[in-house]
Every structure is written in structure tokens, then in C-alpha cells.
């Protein structure tokens, strides 16, 4: 395993939800330990929990709401499926907010609130080349589609909305 590419993905795509936090105006916000299903948390203006998994991608989002990047054109974005699993089930049973941030190319940021879906992902499982594993995996992902995302653009140091589900 590869801990010092896991480390410096993790230390960099927290600096982004930091910077990012500016917009969203969560209290509280902080890591989790390592290993820990997910990132991140925080906490509302009205003291609700928001559990937090975040992804940098080398992606970007075209116009007619798809994301490109090398080989890949889709209107999706992968997340885990023990992931969506284990933040709706503290959804249920904790109330916990579950979002899925997604750090794009040139300043996007696509962020799910998977407590409100309006299409069931599409379960799919795919053998992917894993860095952080240096090797390859049987992966089980399910893949959101933008339109239920919201999707910001960030110019200027500020986030401008340009998607809403």
C-alpha cells in the first residue's frame, strides 16, 4: 500500500474542503482518523452533523452537464458502494447530513447529498488500476448522475452556483 500518495491525496483534497468551507459555513469542521469510512465532518448553523467523503478528480464539467477527462466522457461520478452504504446508514440511524464532495479541474466542485437522490444510481463493478494499492481491483461503484448534484464553479476565490438538482 502506498501511504505516502494516500497521506498527500487526503492532506490535499482537505485543504480544497477548507477553502471550499468558506462557501459552505460548516462549524466544526474537521478530519476523521485514518481509516475512518469517510474525510470529513462538521456541523450546521442549526448543530446538525454533516459526514462528509471527498474525492479530488482530474475531470472537468462541460456544458451539457457531462464530465471529461483521459478516456472518459460520462454525466457520472463514481463513489463507492460501502461508502453510500455506511453514510446512509448514519443518515438513519444518526441523522447525519451525507455528502459527497467532488473537487474538479478548473475550480469545479460537484457535491451530492445522498440523503436526497432523486434516480437510483446505477450499480456497476469494474477492475480499476488503484494507486493507492499499486495494483489492480475488482471495484463496486455506484454512479451518480450530475443532474442530482449540485455543481459550483469557483472564480475568484468565490463559488458560484451553476447547478442545482
Known sequence: MNQIYARESEDKVYE????????????????????????????????????IELKQRNLTVLKDLTISGTNYTADT????????????LDYVCYDMIPLYINFLNDGYVV?????????????????????????????????????????YKRENNEYKLIHRP
Not at 432523486?118 to 443532474?147: D, M, N
Open 77 to 88: 461520478v463514481y463513489i463507492e458502494s460501502h461508502k453510500v452504504a455506511d453514510m446512509l
Open 111 to 151: 457535491v451530492y447529498n445522498l440523503s436526497t437522490l432523486k434516480h437510483r444510481p446505477a450499480k456497476v463493478a469494474k477492475r480499476i488500476y488503484s494507486k493507492l494499492y499499486q495494483g489492480f481491483e475488482l471495484a463496486k461503484r455506484e454512479e451518480l448522475i450530475l443532474e442530482d448534484a449540485y455543481i
Open 16 to 51: 480544497l474542503l477548507e477553502h471550499f468551507n468558506s462557501f459552505l459555513g460548516l462549524n466544526n469542521l474537521g478530519r476523521y482518523a485514518e481509516k475512518h469510512t469517510t474525510d470529513a465532518s462538521g456541523t450546521t448553523a442549526d448543530g446538525k452533523i454533516v459526514n
